[in-house]
């Protein structure tokens, strides 16, 4: 089963729009965190945002926010007044506390376009 | 420099040949990762490594084999490679905490003809 869902292949959103990222996961684990990673066409990946399964609030940074609903397992992205340079793949990652491991579980991605 | 560097950053070989690709990193990070990405799947764990000689599969570890016996090192090898082996290879590197994130190079595009 997949643990780590994003259902949108591909976004378009205009330019100073803001634009959502979803991403759903599936894990017994009741301790995980969950990550987004940006991969522009050059190639590289780029972390953006963490957020952990018990923390209280969502987390931000900067443009970037993750709409955490925890009963839902969702870990949507939301970038605020997007740019061009945001088009680009973006990827959803879980990581499970369980045990010693640390690898990352990572969905298929969403490529965002943004228009001027 | 400090970070992550892989070698090659393109490769083409052929059917059956032996390929190694490289993974240096600086920060002596305890974690080691190998990724492929293929179009759809994102990023799949091939091989990881908790330390130096202690290695583990991932979710396609087949037709690979890993080493790390030095911490800042942890070379990927195609002992035999196939057509279904053509794919995008990121190594990454990450902290022993579970909330760091994994940092990752640049990527090696290898091609098998």
């Known amino acids: 089963a997949q643990k780590i869902t994003q259902t949108q292949p591909g976004m378009f959103v205009q330019e100073k729009e803001a634009v959502t990222l979803d991403c759903t996961y599936d894990?017994?684990?009741?301790?995980?965190?969950l990550f987004w990673y940006k991969q522009p066409s050059s190639g590289e990946m780029i972390f953006l945002i963490y957020q952990g399964s018990y923390d209280q609030q969502n987390a931000t940074e900067g443009r970037y926010s993750l709409n955490f609903q925890k009963a839902r397992k969702s870990a949507n992205l939301v970038i605020s007044a997007s740019q061009l340079g945001d088009s680009a793949m973006y990827f959803c990652a879980m990581r499970e506390f369980s045990g010693s491991a640390r690898q990352l579980t990572f969905g298929s991605g969403t490529q965002l376009t943004v228009l001027p | 420099d400090a970070g992550i560097t892989q070698s090659p950053r393109y490769k083409i070989t052929e059917t059956g040949r032996q390929v190694t690709l490289m993974c240096h990193q600086t920060?002596?990070?305890?974690?080691m990762f190998w990724y492929r990405q293929d179009l759809g799947h994102g990023l799949r764990l091939i091989y990881y490594?908790?330390?130096?000689?202690?290695?583990d599969k991932g979710e396609v570890p087949d037709g690979y084999v890993v080493s790390r016996s030095k911490t800042e090192n942890f070379p990927l090898t195609l002992e035999s490679a196939t057509r279904s082996q053509t794919s995008v290879y990121f190594c990454?590197?990450?902290?022993?905490?579970?909330?760091?994130?994994?940092?990752f190079g640049q990527g090696t595009r290898l091609t098998v003809v």
């Open positions: 920060w002596s990070h305890s974690y």
């Open positions: 490594s908790a330390a130096a000689d202690i290695t």
């Open positions: 894990t017994s684990d009741p301790s995980y965190g």
């Open positions: 990454a590197s990450s902290e022993g905490t579970q909330i760091s994130e994994a940092f």
